[in-house]
């Protein structure tokens, strides 16, 4: 008797740590019917250019292709998330969507300089090492926020230019392109105007003003930013920030803007959030935007809204400049925050509905 009841405790402590165990496994993986990993607090947001953005400017088809567009971009990095993948995997899949779409100042759509060439910038940043990536002034590399990626990982440094950034991307098997790819009608036309009217013009412009007047007359801004970027919270709680851009029209002497620069136009540190920008480079980089965000969230204790607020709506604007931002912290909260008429950008969560937004 002794024994069969020894044996039946036995036996009860087997079925209670197989159970304990499948319910451990389950937790963890949680994988659903597809195959797919149940995603937990994930979140995604990406912005295509901030200015002056405005519906009646706007024809009902173009604007069904920019939120066409921005919805791919969306589901391409949510599905990077949605299978478990990491945060920064995901900024480089919805960018790359943007590159190659002509829409966007960045990749395919990138701006022609006064030398009728197209030089793009982009960076990377993984909020959870601190490791960064970064490319500027590069012709030939299709996806160069793949490149940026490539340069975190796959070398010691952050930042590589020109044809030694282009060599590299190549020797790591990216696709390299002739430059001819990157020509599109419409930013060469733009190009031409601007040459014309001997003018520094921002891109998609509907009015320019030569460069010293611009600096004189802050607030004369009619014109908008066609840079993109992405931020990304993974299943695993880490951010990651990118942003891809083509420059501005007509520039010469091989000027870089904010996009490619740590800090300034990218950012991400898990202890506070990370951050991609949209807007006058010269003045995101004086105010070093993208860090100062992530440095009134993690030492002032701001929100992630009125951490971005503070800093697009008043110190941007009070030194002259405008633009735009997006940002997300490992709660998954998102922000948002642009002082132009409007700013393409939008953004999905677990639940898996896409939010476009592109007017005030």
């Known amino acids: 008797m002794r024994s069969f009841l020894l044996s039946v405790c036995l036996f009860a402590l087997i079925v209670i740590i197989i159970f304990s165990c499948a319910t451990k496994s389950s937790k963890t993986e949680m994988k659903t019917s597809d195959n797919t990993i149940d995603t937990g607090n994930i979140a995604l947001v990406i912005h295509g250019g901030a200015g002056t953005i405005l519906k009646k400017n706007m024809t009902p088809e173009k604007e069904a292709a920019y939120r066409a567009a921005l919805t791919q971009a969306l589901k391409a990095g949510y599905n990077v998330l949605q299978k ?5 995997d995901a900024v480089e899949a919805a960018v790359n969507i943007l590159e190659d779409n002509p829409l966007f100042n960045a990749g395919k759509g990138a701006v022609f300089t006064h030398d009728g060439k197209n030089e793009m910038d982009a960076s990377i940043m993984d909020g959870k090492t601190l490791m960064a990536g970064a490319v500027a002034s590069v012709h030939t590399i299709r996806n160069p926020i793949s490149a940026a990626k490539a340069v975190m990982l796959k070398s010691p440094h952050v930042m590589m230019i020109g044809s030694g950034a282009e060599q590299f991307a190549k020797e790591q ?15 060469w036309d733009q190009l031409q105007k601007a040459i014309e009217e ?12 030569k460069i010293t007047q611009l600096l004189k007359q802050p607030g004369n801004r009619d014109y908008k930013y ?23 029209t007509n520039k010469r002497f091989g000027r870089v803007g904010d996009s490619p620069i740590i800090g300034a136009g990218t950012y991400a540190n898990n202890n506070s959030c990370a951050v991609s920008c949209t807007g006058w480079g010269e003045f995101f ?50 922000a948002m925050s642009f002082c132009t008429e409007g700013m393409y950008r939008g953004y999905v969560k677990k639940d898996g509905k896409i939010v476009i937004e592109i007017y005030k």
């Open 84 to 88: 478990g993948g990491k945060s920064v």
């Open 173 to 187: 098997g990216l696709t390299i392109v002739d430059p001819s790819y990157f020509y599109t009608k419409e930013r």
């Open 198 to 209: 001997d003018k520094i013009q921002m891109d998609h412009s509907d009015s320019s003003k």
């Open 226 to 248: 066609g840079t993109v970027g992405a931020c990304a919270l993974d299943i695993n709680g880490n951010i990651a920030a990118a942003t891809s851009t083509g420059g501005m």
């Open 285 to 334: 980089i004086r105010n070093v935007v993208a860090h100062d965000v992530a440095a009134l969230v993690e030492y002032k204790g701001l929100s992630l809204k009125d951490a971005a607020d503070e800093v697009i709506m008043k110190k941007v604007p009070a030194t002259g400049g405008d633009g735009g931002l997006i940002a997300i912290n490992r709660k998954g909260d998102i």
